[in-house]
């Protein structure tokens, strides 16, 4: 399984950006998928995750700010990121957990606020 993530850049404080990932391959059947970051020195970190069935669970720090949704059919996660803060600056990784074949991780994708 492939993971493309796509939508990372560079925004002012306050504005928004939309990230997608899309997993290809061979896949069973996707159970939860999510959104991590790693900001530069520190742990990664959950941002966001979404169950098969909708679900969601998001970090104190982006909830109210940050939605994740998914397209079953085409095997994709979004996370549409809004009122960004210069401390949202992190590599953002996707992730799908499929029921047999268990997690996989996309490369990153860099978002930067500036202040």
């Known amino acids: 399984v492939q993971l493309q993530a796509s939508g990372g850049g560079l925004v002012q404080a306050g504005g928004s950006l939309s990230l997608s990932c899309a997993g290809s391959g061979i896949i069973f059947r996707i159970n939860r998928m999510g959104w991590y970051r790693q900001a530069p020195g520190k742990q990664r970190e959950l941002v966001a995750l979404i169950a098969s069935g909708g679900n969601t669970d998001y970090a104190a720090t982006v909830k109210g700010r940050f939605s994740i949704s998914r397209d079953n059919a085409k095997n994709t996660v979004y996370l549409q990121m809004n009122s960004l803060k210069p401390e949202d600056t992190a590599m953002y990784y996707c992730?799908?957990?499929?029921?047999?074949?268990?997690?996989?991780w996309g490369s990153g994708t860099l978002v930067t606020v500036s202040s």
């Open positions: 992730m799908i957990h499929d029921l047999r074949y268990g997690e996989y």
